[in-house]
């Protein structure tokens, strides 16, 4: 089984938490200024990177806090977790 650590409380195992998607996804600062397509960009398309990917998880069986991972997509392996707010 694939442990996670969580910032606050440590190694888990990873049926604690809960998958976040995309992390670090910036919201349009001028909403109303976007057209359909952009919106489209912003609400729906994500990167799909084969190697490192920035992700956002829940702690959902735990302390129920979300934070940031980094994850191989290729091999699973997270290199790294941390809190929101903290840079990669
Ligand atoms: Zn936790």
């Not at 976007?34 to 069986?61: I, M, S, V």
Request: aromatic share 14%; hydrophobic share 30%.
């Amino acid at each position: 089984m694939l442990l996670i650590r969580c910032p606050w409380c440590g190694p888990r195992p990873e049926s604690d938490f809960s998958y976040g998607g995309e992390a670090h996804i910036a919201r349009p600062v001028q909403p109303e200024t976007l057209d359909d397509a952009a919106w489209g960009d912003y609400l729906f398309f994500r990167t799909n990177p084969k190697g490192l990917h920035r992700e956002q998880w829940c702690h959902t069986a735990g302390c129920r806090r979300w934070f940031n991972a980094e994850r191989d997509t290729v091999t699973y392996a997270i290199a790294r977790t941390y809190k929101p707010g903290e840079t990669p």
